[in-house]
């Protein structure tokens, strides 16, 4: 199998270092053979020389022999170190992949939760909701009485005093105060909200008011709490939906609701 180029070059350097230090010890054997030869020589003249040279032989043999082991020894090992960085390349290459893809699928999460929040927010924002939560339907519109100048103009939903009172759709406060904010006594505190489709809303007998004249509202914001303030016979929330801005033009807010998709 062919090394990388990096583990080649590190293979080769363990390779050349080594015989660098063979050759020199190489280098130290033979002069050391050569004095020992001369000294034997000079005991000796006619066997020595030729043991001498025998004896060098296999000292090179030896130092050859373990140059071979030891390049052969430095393949190995960085064949080794190779498959190491290869495996430990892989296994971080998966943890990468791995770390990216879950970004990915969270960044796809994030967006696809805000994209929705955003729908639902602008699907509330053209909504049309109830006045209050939790109520029971009391006198309802156009019925004649004792307690109207004419007949009934509203819808009454039944509450206790501090009930919290919404917009119904979101729009523009255009009166806000006692004496119906300008339409009489008998509303007591009260609020009228203009609305993007020409719409009005009234909200009567009203403890507290929470918003003011010119004050632009959302679709189901708190705007008051539910009181018996005005020409009233118990806590209660008195409801109106007008064609106009003041007393008379109202039209029957129950049906007009369920038209805009919330039943009451």
Do not use: C
Not at 59 to 79: D, E
Not at 173 to 181: H, L
């Amino acid at each position: 199998m062919a090394l990388p180029v990096r583990s080649r070059e590190v293979a080769k350097f363990l390779i050349s270092l080594i015989s660098q230090i063979f050759l020199i010890e190489f280098r130290k054997e033979k002069t050391r053979m050569s004095k020992f030869a001369a000294i034997r020589h000079s005991k000796n003249s006619a066997g020595t020389p030729k043991t001498a040279k025998s004896l060098l032989r296999r000292r090179a043999a030896v130092v050859a022999a373990g140059v071979g082991v030891t390049v052969a020894l430095g393949a190995g090992a960085a064949s080794a170190a190779d498959g190491g960085l290869l495996g430990l390349t892989s296994h971080v290459g998966s943890t990468v992949s791995a770390q990216a893809d879950a970004q990915a699928k969270a960044a796809a999460d994030a967006k696809a939760t805000a994209a929705k929040a955003k729908k639902d927010a602008a699907k509330k924002a053209d909504a049309w909701v109830k006045p209050v939560d939790k109520y029971t339907l009391g006198e309802p519109f156009g019925i004649p009485g004792s307690h109207w100048a004419h007949k009934h103009s509203g819808q009454d939903f039944v509450v206790p005093s501090g009930t919290a009172v919404k917009s119904v759709h979101k729009g523009t406060v255009i009166k806000a105060g006692p004496w119906g904010g300008g339409d009489g006594p008998a509303y007591g505190n009260a609020i009228v909200i203009q609305h993007e489709n020409g719409t009005y809303t009234q909200y009567a007998h009203l403890s507290v008011i929470q918003v003011h004249v010119g004050q632009q509202v959302g679709t189901g914001q708190q705007i008051a709490l539910s009181g018996s303030t005005g020409n009233s016979t118990g806590p209660h929330l008195h409801f109106e939906v007008r064609t106009g801005p003041n007393y008379g033009s109202g039209i029957e807010p129950t049906g007009f609701l369920r038209a805009h998709g919330d039943a009451v």
